[in-house]
């Protein structure tokens, strides 16, 4: 597997499933109608924030994409985030794990002195559990903070790692 920078030629093929993953309404706070000029514009992110994809070494096939970038601006600027969408045809290979240790990676040889993701959906277990593996810690939980589409209000989870 390659992760490489992402370009405007590989939405084409991120969007069909960056458009299922948020229509479905399980994982991101997006919204679930989002279209897609504006998902291409929130998550194709320009320098020195970054968007990456990963490809299958041999047929350079889009598995799965990050975009990493602070998290505040100004006196927070200093703690990045990171956001995964991993094609489900291709779950379970091992490409989330090795985008979140890229986004890590980054962020670190970028000066950042820690991550936080804002917005964890607790029902999300296997995001947790890769997170967790990676060095993140849930910080705390907004209750009710997610309304998933059939296992009602739920919590949003901060999570956080030192670099």
Partial sequence: MLIREANTEDWPVIWPFFHKIVAAGETFTYPIDLGEEQGRDWWLLPAPNRTVVAVDDDA???????????????????????????????????????????????????GFRAMQFNAVVETNVHAVKLYRSIGFEVL?????GFRHPSKGYVGLHIMHRAL
């Fill in 140 to 144: 705390g939980t907004l209750p009710e």
């Fill in 60 to 110: 350079g096939t889009v598995l799965g994409t990050a975009k990493m970038n602070n998290n505040h601006m100004g006196n927070g600027s200093h703690i990045a985030s990171a956001s995964y969408m991993v094609d489900p045809a291709h779950s379970g290979q091992g490409v989330g794990r090795a985008l979140c240790e890229y986004t890590v990676e980054w962020a670190r040889a970028a």
